[in-house]
């Protein structure tokens, strides 16, 4: 089991790191749309292209956060039947929609996906719009975005079979810091980081 554990530990970090470089995408996406409407309104002068740039970023953020998404347990969830519960009764119903639901469907997903993007990689697929991207890029993400899901689902059956084993505290446990206190946290110690290198590298 510690050896497991350890490995959720790896998955989360992965989604981790995934998280935190999408929500970049999401300042791209909008900088990208502020410059389209800027660029449409002053000088008259569209693009596809820079339009389906900003569905990529969107889709990315989508397809890519998912495993962050459920790493931080801000997924949805029907809360006024599971506070009713125990806490191995929640663990318990996160242990069958796991591995009832949430794994078979991650792996449909990517077996659906990855041939869709291959066929676009090999002919070369291009978007049905004039002066469009090519389409693998996006399609790629629909494979990599349930294999990230996937990876993440391994990683909280694993915790909530560790809780249930007396062998871990309990994954849904929220007595601790809200979502937003711990994404402040992490935020002001991404900066502490950065300004610590930036002294460094001054010297």
């Not at 869709?116 to 090519?134: C, K, Q, T």
């Not at 790629?140 to 062998?167: N, T």
Request: charged share 15%; aromatic share 10%; net charge positive.
């Amino acid at each position: 089991m510690n050896l497991l554990l350890r490995v959720a530990r790896g998955i989360d970090g992965l989604n981790r790191a995934v998280g935190w470089s999408v929500m970049w995408l999401i300042l791209a996406a909008t900088l990208i749309s502020a410059g389209n409407a800027v660029v449409r309104r002053v000088f008259n002068v569209s693009s596809n292209a820079w339009l389906e740039v900003q569905w990529y970023l969107f889709a990315a953020v989508f397809m890519l956060g998912g495993g962050y998404a459920f790493l931080r347990n801000a997924h949805v969830r029907i809360d006024f039947v599971s506070a009713k519960l125990s806490a191995r009764g929640r663990n318990w119903i996160d242990v069958i929609g796991i591995v009832v639901f949430v794994l078979p469907l991650c792996a449909m997903m990517i077996k659906l996906g990855w041939p869709l993007f291959e066929r676009a990689w090999v002919s070369g697929e291009m978007s049905s719009n004039a002066g469009g991207l090519v389409r693998w890029p996006v399609y790629l993400l629909i494979p990599v975005g349930f294999a990230l899901l996937a990876l993440q689902s391994l990683s909280e059956l694993i915790k909530r079979v560790a809780f249930l084993l007396g062998r871990e505290r309990d994954p849904l446990d929220h007595t601790g810091p809200s979502e937003a206190e711990m994404l402040a946290k992490e935020i002001a110690a991404a900066e502490a980081q950065r300004a610590q290198h930036t002294t460094v590298a001054a010297r």
